[in-house]
């Protein structure tokens, strides 16, 4: 069975940091490119940041470039979001999710997680 378990999510106040993680319970879901969405209260879910199987390219939406990181590390089969700076409007759940290649729309993806809380206070 495949699982994806998110951790490192809780409450912050703005401008704090924080930082998810993701671990594989498969080691073939390394060979796949890892993604971190969200949904906030009343929207629908949207990619944060995406990565390559490789780590080769990545991928970030518009409202967390320059303040969120995506890493993996493929050897502890774990995938990373860093994200600082972090502002109310960053208050969602996140998840985590594998695919066969990085798709900028969650539709695509195939396997994810049960998800992470963020609140971040102003």
């Known amino acids: 069975q495949v699982q994806l378990v998110e951790s490192g999510g809780g409450l912050v106040e703005a401008g704090d940091s924080l930082r998810l993680s993701c671990a594989l319970s498969?080691?073939?879901?390394?060979?796949?490119?890892m993604g971190w969405f969200r949904r906030a209260p009343g929207k629908e879910r949207e990619i944060v940041s995406a990565?390559?199987?490789?780590?080769?390219?990545?991928y970030y939406t518009d409202s967390v470039k320059g303040r969120f990181t995506i890493s993996r590390d493929n050897t502890a089969r774990t995938v990373y979001l860093q994200m600082n700076s972090l502002k109310p409007e960053d208050t969602a759940t996140y998840y985590c999710?594998?695919?066969?290649?990085?798709?900028?729309?969650?539709?695509?993806?195939?396997?994810w997680g049960q998800g992470t809380q963020v609140t971040v206070s102003s």
């Open positions: 990565i390559t199987w490789g780590g080769d390219t990545t």
């Open positions: 999710a594998a695919h066969s290649y990085l798709a900028t729309t969650p539709g695509p993806w195939t396997y």
């Open positions: 498969r080691r073939s879901l390394s060979t796949y490119a």
